[in-house]
């Protein structure tokens, strides 16, 4: 992927936008290109000291990102306060080190050098009023520069979830508006007896919305993936790093040496992507060793990432999650039990394979399918009238790039109304980051052929 690959219509405006340092609430769907507008404005502006502030498990894909699109920008990744101390473009941190009381990073932050600019990613994660992490954000303000929110769902239960990020990041726009005034205006309040003396006074709901509407109209750019359908691929395809577990890989010498041969392999120009195709078939016993430690490897940080998908996500939209190793698909429907996920592997009866399609395309409650590529990869429709589904993660993905595409397409079917994100998560830091970079290239030359829209993130 290059840098130099041009800006959606949307991207450029909403960086034009921060560029010019309007006040500016990036609410882009998710998948369609909120950190690169950020990035684009900080390289625009010539920003000396950008802050991230973000979920714990988009540290490494704001990583990758600036890598990608801000060429010889330097980055800290805050674990600590004295990472702060150091000289860079770009500083990530997590939004759990805001979250702890009386934090030694967020103290730093509030009391060290400034910031020209701040991105606050999955910015609802701020819209409490009395959360740790918000009187952090507070005590920085004077010294974070322009606050750009990014979130593709502002607002989660009702309007008050907006007013905190509103007095922060744009007082200005509520013209001395109270809280209470503004609950009052907007929200719908009751005061409610729940066993105790006192009445609790409670939110049930929003009232006045046109109104809010046009008050925010100024501060808030809405972008859904359904008003930039037709500038977007039908598939877009991605490599996603997630942190390493490396518990799983100590115990294999085998693991190593072949990670070894593979990145020689990379360094001397062999296409490695063949040589694991030929292993594969070959079946070849460290190779296969290798990729169920990976599976076990990415366990931790991909079931994090998924849950702040779907966290992130609307709560009518659904994912849709393949794997290939049966204890890793088994982990996974534990781990993301909540969201009551249907799953689909090779030992699947007929009758329970229809059952699970049938529950994930009508049940609201189920907002997961969990599926191995081989056995869930084709023959069905995954999109339907009560079904919305554009989002596709590989926690393991097929070595033949055909079987990742035919998977993906289970979504991109008839009915589809949005643009599809398949993501491939890579063990940060190992030789699934050579594989998955090869495999998605080979996703994308294989829609590209078949797809006249497809092109690069």
């Given at each position: 992927m290059s840098a130099q690959l041009p800006l959606f219509p949307h991207q450029a405006n909403g960086a034009f936008r921060l560029a010019q340092k309007m006040p500016t609430y990036l609410g882009f769907d998710m998948g369609i290109g909120k950190s690169r507008t950020f990035i684009e404005a900080v390289k625009a502006r010539k920003a000396p000291h950008a802050l991230i502030l973000c979920p714990a498990s988009a540290v490494l894909v704001w990583k990758r990102e600036i890598v990608l699109w801000h060429a010889n920008a330097t980055f800290v990744i805050v674990r600590s306060s004295a990472d702060l101390e150091k000289f860079a473009d770009y500083y990530i941190v997590s939004h759990g080190l805001m979250s702890q009381k009386n934090g030694a990073v967020a103290e730093a932050l509030a009391t060290g050098f400034a910031f020209e600019m701040t991105a606050i990613d999955e910015a609802h994660a701020y819209n409490a009023a009395d959360t740790n992490r918000v009187k952090a954000l507070r005590r920085a303000v004077p010294r974070l520069g322009q606050i750009v929110p990014l979130s593709g769902t502002p607002m989660r239960n009702h309007a008050g979830d907006l007013y905190t990020l509103l007095s922060i990041c744009w007082p200005q726009g509520l013209k001395g508006m109270t809280r209470p005034a503004y609950e009052e205006r907007f929200c719908c309040i009751a005061h409610k007896n729940f066993g105790g003396r006192r009445m609790i006074r409670v939110i049930e709901g929003s009232k006045n919305l046109s109104q809010l509407r046009t008050m925010i109209a100024p501060f808030m750019l809405r972008v859904r993936k359904e008003d930039v359908f037709r500038d977007l691929p039908s598939i877009?395809?991605?490599?996603?790093?997630?942190?390493?577990?490396?518990?799983?890989?100590?115990?294999?010498?085998?693991?190593?040496?072949?990670?070894?041969?593979?990145?020689?392999?990379?360094?001397?120009?062999?296409?490695?992507?063949?040589?694991?195709?030929?292993?594969?078939?070959?079946?070849?016993?460290?190779?296969?060793?290798?990729?169920?430690?990976?599976?076990?490897?990415?366990?931790?940080?991909?079931?994090?990432?998924?849950?702040?998908?779907?966290?992130?996500?609307p709560e009518d939209r659904k994912v849709l999650v393949f794997a290939h190793h049966a204890h890793v698909i088994g982990a996974l429907t534990r781990h993301l039990g909540e969201y009551l996920p249907a799953v689909l592997t090779g030992s699947t009866s007929a009758k329970d394979r229809e059952v699970a399609v049938d529950r994930f395309l009508n049940d609201r409650r189920c907002r997961v399918f969990i599926g191995n590529i081989q056995a869930a990869g084709t023959a069905i429709t995954l999109v339907g009238p009560k079904c919305k589904c554009s989002d596709v993660v590989f926690v393991e993905s097929s070595w033949t790039p055909m079987d990742n595409a035919q998977a993906a397409c289970r979504v991109h079917r008839i009915g589809q109304q949005d643009g599809v994100v398949a993501r491939m998560l890579s063990a940060a830091g190992t030789v699934d980051?050579?594989?998955?970079?090869?495999?998605?290239?080979?996703?994308?030359?294989?829609?590209?052929?078949?797809?006249?829209?497809?092109?690069?993130?």
């Open positions: 877009i395809w991605d490599s996603v790093p997630v942190p390493l577990d490396p518990t799983q890989l100590i115990a294999e010498g085998s693991f190593k040496s072949l990670e070894n041969v593979l990145t020689r392999s990379l360094e001397q120009g062999i296409d490695v992507g063949n040589i694991l195709e030929q292993l594969a078939r070959e079946n070849d016993v460290n190779v296969m060793t290798m990729r169920r430690l990976l599976g076990l490897a990415k366990l931790r940080g991909a079931t994090e990432y998924i849950v702040d998908m779907l966290d992130n996500l980051d050579i594989i998955n970079g090869i495999l998605v290239r080979k996703a994308r030359e294989f829609t590209q052929l078949f797809d006249a829209k497809e092109t690069q993130k």
